[in-house]
């Protein structure tokens, strides 16, 4: 297929191609819907009225044809958007998404929204749980679920309300569920872990799956999470009793660094670059026994030989682009980690000229050496090279391999810079080979939407838009059809599975 000239700013419109499909088939309902509240890290709590020329600026960009109209759809020629799905019974911001046999699930800040993806032209909602807690980044394995809650709650129920952090009675940790009938999720366990959990990564085993959970104490906001914070928490589900699950382990990750235990120090010597104060995504790559994690300030690597007690081999900053190390993504060979900077918390225009193509952006780094003496060396950045109005949100997000044998591609969410697939084989030279995206949500406000996670599963892209639903693309491409032979059963994208195993 021919892909659309992008190498400049000015581009093409297409016609839109959406259409609207799935209605709800069932839903489990715990309470009445309740307002959902961003956390620092990743999204914005309202919208932000632009100035008078920047409005007029974003008018004139889609006028021109230099970005797409308001809500447009437009994408690659190998790229076809096959559905959308848009939001229902929950009315919260849609994160991250997760994959089981014939079934996706997908995070919302006020609970979960199970689809049956068996027509991957028609998905079918088959259950949608109102489970208030942001930012309910979701996990599966085998018949349980994994919901994360960093934000302040009144107790571990679905019932709970927001409250101050200052509240003895508050509660923020991983709730777990059981999703043996995909129809009738069942809440069977709570765990409070230390600053709640942002993230969380599963390590799945046999009889048990420890949960890596990822926090990290930002600001004055959070007084029962100051610095030092400067480790992960290590849940143990048995997966027979998942009521008991527990923390087993607090391994500190930063052992005697900067003022306040942490890693990278931050301002005043790093300005505009994250102190250090936790961890917000990792990445676990279980055939390798290596995780990767993105920690504000720093990017980790480290071993899991020893899954209750993980242990850093390198750790890497960059004090001239990287503002928040967010998320991870290790290549099949493990070789080369991706990892991401959310400069701007995920609710800034930062793909736009003044920003530049390196801050925002991808930083592809090469892993050398053998076992415990493995380094990690950085090659270049990756930035989506369509420039968005200053309207829109835009930075490097949530992603995951395109298993192709032999070369180095992935497909990644931008929030309103859409979802983009690029080729990292050259890590000195990444290029995008196809795109997704739609045009702003307004016109005069900088208002939160766009692609949160977009994750590639069994022959098709699914995206979660944190405004307009779950998206559903096809992907059509000489260089990416080899992965359509690829089928897995289970993917939790921050697990990462030996797809030529």
């Known amino acids: 297929m021919t892909l659309l000239d992008t190498s400049r700013t000015r581009r093409r419109r297409l016609g839109v191609a959406t259409t609207a499909a799935g209605l709800l088939a069932a839903a489990l309902l715990m309470g009445s819907p309740a307002a959902a509240t961003p956390d620092p890290g990743d999204t914005p709590a309202k919208s932000e009225r632009l100035s008078k020329s920047a409005a007029a600026d974003t008018r004139a960009a889609i006028a021109n044809g230099d970005i797409p109209a308001q809500d447009e759809v437009v994408h690659s020629d190998n790229i076809e958007h096959l559905t959308n799905i848009p939001k229902d019974v929950l009315p919260g911001f849609n994160s991250d998404l997760a994959f089981q046999g014939r079934y996706a699930f997908a995070g919302n800040y006020d609970g979960f929204r199970i689809f049956d993806i068996s027509n991957p032209?028609?998905?079918?909602?088959?259950?949608?749980?109102l489970c208030p807690g942001s930012q309910n980044d979701v996990s599966v394995s085998g018949d349980l679920l994994f919901l994360s809650t960093d934000s302040s709650r009144s107790d571990n129920s679905c019932a709970s309300s927001t409250q101050p952090a200052t509240e003895k009675s508050s509660w923020?940790?991983?709730?777990?569920?059981?999703?043996?009938?995909k129809r009738n999720p069942k809440y069977v366990a709570a765990v409070e872990t230390a600053c709640g959990s942002h993230t969380h990564t599963l390590v799945p085993e046999k009889k048990n799956v420890y949960v890596y959970v990822s926090s990290y104490s930002p600001s004055a906001t959070f007084p029962d999470c100051q610095p030092p914070h400067d480790g992960i928490s290590v849940i143990k589900v048995p997966r027979k009793a998942p009521e008991k699950a527990a923390t087993v382990n607090f391994p500190v990750l930063f052992p005697g660094e900067g003022p306040d235990g942490g890693g990278n120090p931050?301002?005043?010597?790093?300005?505009?670059?994250?102190?250090?104060t936790g961890c917000h995504d990792i990445t676990v790559l279980p055939s390798k026994d290596l995780a990767a994690g993105a920690c504000m300030g720093d990017g980790i690597l480290f071993s899991i030989k020893?899954?209750?007690n993980p242990k850093v081999i390198d750790q890497v900053e960059d004090n001239t682009n990287f503002a928040f190390w967010h998320s991870a993504t290790f290549n099949q060979k493990a070789d080369k980690v991706i990892f991401t900077d959310e400069l701007g918390g995920g609710g800034a225009a930062t793909c736009n000229e003044a920003v530049g193509p390196d801050r925002g952006a991808d930083g592809i780094y090469a892993v050398v050496g053998k076992g415990d003496h493995r380094k990690l060396v950085f090659k270049s950045y990756f930035k989506i090279p369509r420039h968005q109005a200053d309207t829109e949100n835009c930075v490097a997000h949530n992603g995951s391999l395109i298993p192709v044998k032999g070369k180095d591609i992935m497909v990644q969410a931008w929030y309103q810079g859409g979802v983009s697939v690029w080729d990292f084989t050259d890590s000195s030279k990444p290029k995008e080979i196809g795109y997704f995206e739609r045009g702003p949500l307004t016109t005069d406000t900088l208002q939160v939407g766009g692609?949160?996670?977009?994750?590639?599963?069994?022959?098709?892209?699914?995206s979660n838009d944190i405004a307009k639903g779950f998206d559903v693309l096809k992907l059509s491409d000489r260089r990416t059809d080899p992965a359509k032979r690829v089928?897995?059963?289970?993917?939790n994208v921050q697990t990462q599975p030996d797809y030529f195993d």
């Open 121 to 129: 032209k028609a998905p079918k909602t088959v259950a949608q749980v």
């Open 266 to 276: 931050g301002g005043p010597t790093n300005p505009g670059v994250s102190k250090t």
């Open 172 to 181: 923020e940790g991983m709730k777990v569920f059981d999703i043996s009938d």
């Open 451 to 462: 692609a949160w996670s977009a994750y590639y599963y069994n022959g098709y892209i699914y």
């Open 306 to 308: 020893d899954p209750e």
């Open 487 to 491: 089928r897995m059963g289970e993917l």
